[in-house]
């Protein structure tokens, strides 16, 4: 099992950026996909960003291609997203999540067995 704190989220402009975090607790980190997901509000929450074990292969939602990047740190068990260009339609609640059972990177939620509690990003115009 592990556990995922998100943090970085924040007020920003348009054209701004963030970086998200996604802190991992125990000794596994490495066995787990990760993903990045966000939510809007009145929205079903979709795929942003994921990463495969090694952190070799990733993949993006075509909304956030070119703009954002996702990366991790194995040693130090955390996933990242950098944000950068950032758009009012990025605004949502943005939460990590680990899957055990895929090397990478599926698009659907239900892949995912562990989440975080989310990190609020709003993007002012």
């Known amino acids: 099992q592990v556990q995922l704190v998100e943090s970085g989220g924040g007020l920003v402009q348009a054209g701004g950026s963030l970086r998200l975090s996604c802190a991992a607790s125990?000794?596994?980190?490495?066995?787990?996909?990760m993903g990045w997901f966000r939510q809007a509000p009145g929205k079903e929450r979709e795929f942003v960003a994921g990463?495969?074990?090694?952190?070799?292969?990733?993949s993006y939602a075509d909304s956030v291609k070119g703009r954002f990047t996702i990366s991790r740190d194995n040693a130090k068990n955390t996933v990242y997203l950098q944000m950068n260009s950032l758009k009012p339609e990025d605004t949502a609640v943005y939460y990590c999540?680990?899957?055990?059972?895929?090397?990478?990177?599926?698009?659907?939620?239900?892949?995912?067995?562990?989440w975080g509690q989310g990190t609020q990003v709003t993007v002012s115009s």
């Open positions: 999540a680990a899957d055990r059972e895929r090397g990478c990177c599926s698009r659907n939620e239900y892949g995912y067995a562990y």
């Open positions: 125990g000794r596994t980190f490495s066995t787990y996909a």
């Open positions: 990463i495969s074990r090694s952190g070799v292969v990733t």
